[in-house]
């Protein structure tokens, strides 16, 4: 029999599969789709890989502490710092990101850049965990009343966050995330995100963990325990516990009766995403614009990390508010005309184009005075939860592979089974 079943083949649950296998546990993973990674997946047309969406793997984050505990292999650069653009009114100015460009631009008037220098230094020494349950548009409105200084803030805690729901983020933990970007930043990764799944699937294996794909799963199959799970193929798959690496809709389904409240509060972030793959720059300097008085972003992710065989690897993002209704023809034409604005004469080098009027960003917005989950929060023994909704310790990525490590110590725990010959289980833990 299995120990553990892991609904779900992306970050979260290959990363769990592996640590719950190191620590004695015998585990299949179950995915639904034929390739594992989920939104960590890339796709190569063309010559030019691109994620779904812009992805910013964040330097010394759970993600990347994480990941480097279980010996995956990944390489990077960070975005360029330099020569960053925001646009305003359809008009191109240098981006304020810091003390010399705020001088430099022409975005804002001298009144208004002192007033920018006082907020981004207000920034920088404000505390996080006093303003969790603090907005992050309150927050603003006690640091900045001028709107061009406001729009330049909000820009970069969209970018960071992937987020757009000023009145209900959390100040603290965008101020958190804002700063992670900041110091120590964040790298682009060689080869997209597939490096990441490809060497989680690798170690996951190493470890003994069965991987199973074109397995959804329909039903956890529980009397006073859990006794396992349904395949939709009708197949019965027996483990002791079982793991939901999955978004939370799929997981009250599956917990199903007295599951209905679970991360029923949360909300899920959007972006629109055009990517290209274009055989030349027109205007090769132009690599980061930030939309300010829109909510939108342009990133050349391929002038920092080896993503295009020839030309460039190209996002560009609108990051969607959860409460206006989705314009899909709408927003296309309102990024085609930024990249229009960005690179003129861009279309007549198009090798490649994909257009998702509504990826998840995330599953859940770090919000004001609402909490996410723990990993054993189910409400039922044997059930436990991870993904990037799940637990307290960052977002994106970070919360996804924090809350794995976390759901699989304490499944190794509640569990109390031996582990593999020669190698218990608390020496295990205690090792890792």
């Not at 030019?48 to 330097?59: C, K, M, R």
């Not at 690496?245 to 949360?266: D, F, K």
Request: proline share 5%.
């Amino acid at each position: 029999m299995n120990d553990v079943i892991i609904v779900g083949g992306g970050l979260a649950g290959l990363a769990a599969a592996t640590w719950c296998a190191r620590l004695g546990l015998e585990v299949v993973v179950l995915e639904r789709a034929t390739a594992l990674g989920g939104r960590a997946r890339t796709t190569t047309r063309a010559g030019y890989a691109h994620n779904l969406g812009g992805h910013a793997l964040y330097v010394e984050g759970a993600a990347h502490r994480g990941l480097r505990e279980l010996g995956v292999p990944f390489t990077g650069a960070p975005p360029p710092t330099g020569g960053l653009l925001g646009m305003a009114r359809g008009e191109l100015h240098r981006f304020p990101a810091g003390p010399l460009s705020m001088l430099a631009t022409d975005l804002f008037g001298f009144k208004a850049k002192i007033e920018a220098a006082r907020a981004l230094r207000a920034l920088v020494r404000a505390h996080p965990v006093p303003l969790d349950d603090v907005t992050w548009s309150t927050w603003l409105d006690g640091v900045t009343p001028r709107r061009e200084v406001r729009h330049a803030l909000e820009s970069i805690a969209r970018v960071t966050t992937y987020a757009n729901s000023p009145r209900r983020m959390s100040a603290g933990a965008t101020v958190a995330q804002i700063k992670r970007g900041m110091s120590p930043g964040v790298l682009y990764l060689d080869g997209g995100w597939q490096t990441l799944v490809d060497g989680l699937e690798r170690a996951a294996v190493a470890a003994g963990v069965r991987i199973v794909r074109d397995a959804p799963v329909a039903s956890i199959a529980r009397d006073t325990i859990v006794r396992g799970v349904a395949v939709a193929s009708g197949e019965r798959v027996a483990g002791r516990a079982v793991l939901l690496a999955v978004g939370p809709a799929t997981a009250r389904s599956l917990v199903g009766r007295g599951g209905e409240a679970l991360g029923a509060r949360l909300v899920a972030s959007h972006a629109a995403c055009l990517d290209l793959g274009l055989s030349a720059l027109p205007r090769p300097e132009r690599l980061v614009v930030f939309g300010l008085d829109r909510p939108t972003y342009f990133s050349v992710h391929s002038a920092s990390a080896r993503l295009a065989d020839r030309g460039a690897t190209v996002h560009l993002m609108k990051y969607l508010d959860p409460d206006e209704l989705l314009d899909a023809e709408g927003t296309e034409r309102e990024l085609e005309a930024f990249a229009d604005r960005v690179q003129p004469g861009w279309r007549a080098l198009t090798d490649m184009r994909r257009f998702l009027p509504n990826l998840v960003a995330s599953n859940a917005i770090v919000a004001a005075g609402t909490r996410r989950p723990a990993v054993d929060a189910s409400g039922f023994e044997g059930i436990y939860l991870a993904g990037d909704w799940v637990g307290d310790e960052g977002m994106l990525a970070d919360a996804a592979v924090a809350s794995a490590r976390a759901a699989a110590h304490r499944i190794a725990h509640d569990l109390g089974c031996s582990s593999r010959p020669g190698v218990p289980v608390a020496a295990k833990m205690a090792a890792s």
